[in-house]
């Protein structure tokens, strides 16, 4: 194996997907507070009140009813809203991740801990708390935390109030928030990263109907302007805090590939890497749009917004390291009658020569080998693989055993993949697996798509008494870590 000394194993989480707790403390609301469960077939969706009453359902990416409000339906169950109740259990939690040997563990800080509405002038007291206990259990193992400070929670106030992203005012809240929390926690926390797989919006398009895809990128690709320049903003204030700050981009790292040798589908995979991964990517690490983005705002007919100085808040906030995540690979192709991908949030041509996953995703490692020498090739800047794993749904035992090795050998995959590309000449320095706990899925909403290393007794329902157990997995990670890969 190729990892060097000092590499950083971990796992990784989301504030929305564990923490539960949505209304306690002054914690303040989010999208994902009105969000009702989905499932493998259907994207989950939000709920609204119209102002005659009545409830309606919103698909995720969809456009809210004029008039419509926020509102969380007594007679629905919302998952998020306890999640696993990480809020409660981190020592707990921690302590496991301890036991695992991680040397990092990601994060992100829900942003309505810290300002309920997103336009506070002061921070919630009992937010900034919470956070500090958390980072100095951290600190007590040794445990390097890798903190994200938007996924997918931008207050809900801002989102009804002033339009949210769309809204250049957003910026300002956004740069407030992170100021407070990277001043508050700057002996505690060197490693940040400012936004979630912001490219997902882009990858999304495609996935829409083409009657809605023109209205859709015109608002995704403006709001993406604002996220950029949030994010070179926060960077730039993160070097003046603490010169020993590094701030990494995220992407969605979904490796695109012809289906065949067409020419028609060679030039569509390689538009698909373009569009999904190198217009983020490309603004955040070089400061720049790049070469193809004005042909590919007039691909949907979008007209961009700036105003004067962009150009050089975008240049002045370059990012230190690239951080990504990585599920699967996709097949694109021209041709109509082509078999086409099944699964929540994937889509493409069925891949011949790959598995797939019960959630219809791609097992594909050498996916990941590819995506790390294209990433490294066009960037020469440190990588980070902040999300992986493999969402299944696992059985406790009796005897409160979980036995995974469909888990085992999906990770080991992926880790041998990642050897080689180091031993391509990829600067390599961390691995979060993702859901390194049981967690509430983003795009289901279910529990029983499990990626962890530790079982939370909960169903799909809300059901169970969310007491953790160790699976196989566990104890491999445990080893893995402790001959950093030598023994998988």
């Given at each position: 194996?190729?990892?060097?000394k000092?590499?950083f ?14 209304n ?21 969706v ?43 259990h ?7 991740f301890?036991e695992?040997?991680?040397?990092m563990?990601?994060?992100?800080i ?14 919630n ?16 193992y ?7 400070l ?21 910026i ?10 990277m ?31 023109q ?25 003046e ?13 979904v ?20 569009q ?88 594909d490692?050498s ?35 979980v ?8 990770m080991?995959?992926h880790?041998e ?47 169970g008494?969310?007491?953790?157990y160790?699976?196989?997995s566990?104890y ?8 950093n890969?030598?023994?998988i």
């Amino acid at each position: 194996m190729n990892f060097p000394k000092g590499f950083f194993w971990g796992g990784a989480t989301a504030a929305n997907q564990v923490e539960g707790a949505w209304n306690v403390d002054g914690k303040g609301m989010i999208e994902t507070d009105i969000s009702a469960s989905g499932g493998v077939d259907k994207h989950r969706v939000l709920t609204y009140q119209l102002p005659d009453g009545q409830v309606v359902e919103v698909p995720m990416f969809g456009v809210k009813p004029e008039g419509a409000v926020p509102y969380v339906d007594p007679t629905r169950y919302y998952p998020n809203h306890e999640a696993i109740d990480f809020y409660h259990h981190y020592k707990e939690d921690i302590a496991l991740f301890a036991e695992m040997g991680f040397k990092m563990y990601r994060m992100s800080i829900s942003w309505t801990r810290i300002f309920p509405n997103g336009i506070e002038e002061e921070p919630n007291q009992a937010g900034l708390e919470f956070y500090r206990n958390v980072f100095l259990e951290l600190k007590k193992y040794n445990i390097e935390p890798l903190v994200t400070l938007w996924h997918f929670d931008t207050p809900l106030h801002l989102e009804t109030e002033i339009g949210g992203w769309m809204s250049r005012e957003t910026i300002d809240h956004f740069v407030r928030y992170a100021q407070t929390v990277m001043t508050e926690y700057q002996e505690l926390v060197k490693y940040w990263i400012t936004f979630n797989e912001i490219n997902n919006r882009l990858f999304f398009l495609e996935m829409l109907p083409e009657s809605q895809r023109q209205q859709a990128a015109q608002v995704s690709i403006q709001e993406l302007h604002h996220q950029f320049l949030a994010s070179a903003k926060v960077v730039k204030l993160a070097r003046e805090i603490n010169p020993e700050n590094k701030i990494a981009c995220m992407i969605n790292g979904v490796t695109p590939y012809p289906l065949t040798s067409r020419p028609e589908d060679v030039l569509m995979a390689q538009d698909a890497l373009k569009q999904g991964i190198y217009y983020c990517g490309d603004v955040q690490v070089r400061g720049k749009y790049p070469s193809f983005a004005k042909r590919l705002w007039a691909k949907y007919g979008v007209t961009l917004v700036t105003e004067p100085g962009d150009d050089e808040i975008l240049l002045d906030g370059k990012v230190d390291i690239f951080s990504f995540s990585y599920y699967m690979s996709m097949c694109l192709t021209t041709d109509k009658e082509a078999k086409t991908g099944q699964g929540n949030f994937s889509f493409g041509a069925l891949n011949p020569y790959i598995e797939y996953s019960n959630w219809g995703w791609g097992i594909d490692p050498s996916g990941l080998r590819y995506i790390l020498n294209e990433l490294y090739g066009r960037y020469e800047l440190p990588l980070m693989v902040v999300e992986n794993g493999l969402g299944q749904d696992d059985v406790l035992e009796e005897d409160g055993s979980v036995h995974d090795p469909y888990r085992i050998d999906y990770m080991k995959g992926h880790v041998e993949a990642m050897s080689d590309a180091i031993g391509d000449g990829v600067d390599l320095i961390a691995y979060t697996s993702w859901g390194c706990i049981d967690l509430i899925s983003a795009g289901t909403g279910q529990m029983s798509k499990r990626y962890g290393f530790i079982y939370v007794d909960l169903d799909d329902e809300g059901n169970g008494t969310r007491q953790r157990y160790r699976k196989d997995s566990f104890y491999w990670y445990q080893t893995l870590i402790a001959t950093n890969a030598e023994e998988i």
